[in-house]
């Protein structure tokens, strides 16, 4: 189990949610290597997977939207593994509904989405995509308490996420 030190936990609470979220999330990306990929996958559990997933897509949504997101080649990690499933078992229902009204999208343009492109065809991919816009308008209306409910749920199952030490 990736262990956390306490006090990084304790520092990043009085900072914020996210910064609590981070702790967990930058040990996770150290562990592997500083970049998920297939043969690493291994070294998270599901529900730190989860957890990467939730600070990912939240970053990627907070900079770039969903074309971002896809762009940057989450698409897959997010929409085909059970994220949206496990925000709606975690209480974020509204989140895994969007997740998976997004999915929607995803899978009906994916060849699209996810081609290669030129920076002129990426931004053009935010007017091609604006079918993606009222999702990122609704993500950002509940990203505070979303952080918020996420964080709560790993203070209250730390056990699943890493091995506190002091």
């Not at 599901?46 to 900079?63: A, I, P």
């Not at 499933?85 to 229902?93: E, F, S, T």
């Not at 997740?99 to 996810?114: G, P, Q, S, T, W």
């Amino acid at each position: 189990m990736i262990e956390i030190e306490e006090k990084y936990l304790q520092q990043a609470a009085l900072e914020g949610m996210d910064e609590f979220i981070k702790v967990f999330t930058n040990k996770y990306l150290e562990t592997l290597g500083g970049e998920l990929n297939a043969e690493n996958m291994h070294l998270l559990t599901g529900e730190q997977h989860v957890l990467l997933s939730y600070q990912t897509f939240r970053d990627e949504l907070m900079v770039g939207g969903f074309c971002q997101l896809i762009q940057n080649g989450y698409g897959g990690y997010i929409f085909d593994n059970p994220f949206a499933k496990a925000m709606r078992l975690w209480g974020l229902k509204d989140l895994s509904k969007l997740i998976y009204r997004a999915k929607e999208i995803f899978d009906k343009n994916r060849e699209d989405l996810e081609k290669e492109r030129t920076e002129e065809e990426f931004m053009a991919m935010y007017e091609q995509y604006e079918i993606f816009d009222e999702l990122e308008e609704e993500f950002l209306e509940m990203e505070e308490l979303n952080t918020t409910l996420v964080a709560e749920y790993v203070d209250e199952h730390l056990e699943l996420f890493a091995k506190i030490v002091k």
